[in-house]
């Protein structure tokens, strides 16, 4: 069969969804990083395994939003799945190129918490390294998988857990990292097994940015 511009349909299909991520071994496992409050003295724990089939990535721990007895810390209970920061040779950083997708598309299975999902993208200056940006991810929990499409126009900026007044859209081709965050203060067990993740192009969707842009000296 034939498809747009008279390219084979299976390569134009090929070309609207493509996996990132997925868990097919141990060695998958690898590529992310895990970490809670611990760090900073709380009590939460999370881990990272394969799951039943080893063909996905299981995070489970138990979350506490008891602060530290540092007579600092005011606030505690987070617990963070994050993808390495790639690498070249030299140890030179390289960068996810998602320009021609405007989706993102996970498939995932819950225990009904809800879930931020942030992306890092490359940027110019030291100050802006705390820069992320997120959106929110509702798990239904129970037994059955549900698969997630999430705009890219629909993620905000935020540095160091704080939205910004001054948004802008997401740089698709200089991603760094994706990960996923728990932080609701619900203290208890959690767990968030993932299939795989994928950035595909929905062509319904047709808005830039879901956020005005504010200027302080608009152009005329």
Known sequence: MV???GRPLQEHMLEQTQVKWEFRGSESLSQWVVSSDRE???RSEAYLKLGRNNTTCLLYGTLCSTPPRDGETRYSGYCTL???QPTMSFDRKKHHDWSTFNTLYLRIRGDGRPWMVNIGAETYFTHQNDDMYSYFLFTRGGPYWQEVKIPFSKFFLSSRG?????QHPLWLDKVNTIGFTLGDQADGPFQLE???I???????HTE?????????NPEV
């Not at 704080?162 to 001054?166: T, V």
């Not at 830039?208 to 302080?216: C, G, M, P």
């Open 40 to 42: 900073i003295g709380g």
């Open 82 to 84: 994050r993808s390495k």
């Open 3 to 5: 498809g747009p511009q």
């Open 162 to 166: 704080r939205i910004q007044d001054e």
């Open 208 to 216: 830039e940015f879901a956020y005005e842009l504010y200027k302080r």
């Open 198 to 204: 994928a950035a595909c192009n929905d062509r319904t």
């Open 194 to 196: 993932i299939d795989f």
